[in-house]
């Protein structure tokens, strides 16, 4: 299976699409509601080609909550209001990066449902229950995730055939190395 280093990962994918849905979420808690375009994904998926999800759902969460007070004093509209939080975790993203800051991540809100893609991706593949604090350059499926692994043979696999490699301590279906340790 080849991939074009430019197309986004699978986690890229989940974690613009969780970024988007806890967006609209906290948005709704503040009665305001914007559509998502292109802008929306554009400034969501620069922050977190920096920045974990976890860090993400902070900036959106400050993002909404000043949006918010931004309509409360007066002379805009709820939509001027909903739409100006998309600016303000784009200059969020962009102060932090610049001054090198550490931004507190979030865990996962337990009100914001996983997907079904979501939690085969998190629980069958990363075998991670919570991928928030993990950066999406970061976030590398393990070989058995690839249909095209050659070492794996899926009709003899079973969870008791999950180890630790030896080097990196990655979990990895067999003994040893796992695929990117022997290819070092």
Known sequence: MCRHPLDPTPWDELALSYAGRYL?????EHHLSMKQGDG???ALSDALATFTLGQVFNFIYRATKDSAAYYQRGGVTKPQAANSTVGRISSAADRARANGWEIKSFGRPWNLPLSAMGEIFFSKVMWQPDM????AKDAHPPAHAYAAAPEVDAAELSADDINDCQQCGRQMYG???CSECKGA
């Open 24 to 28: 609209d979420m906290k948005l709704s």
């Open 40 to 42: 929306t994904r554009a």
């Open 132 to 135: 928030l604090q993990v950066a």
């Open 175 to 177: 003994e040893g190395l």
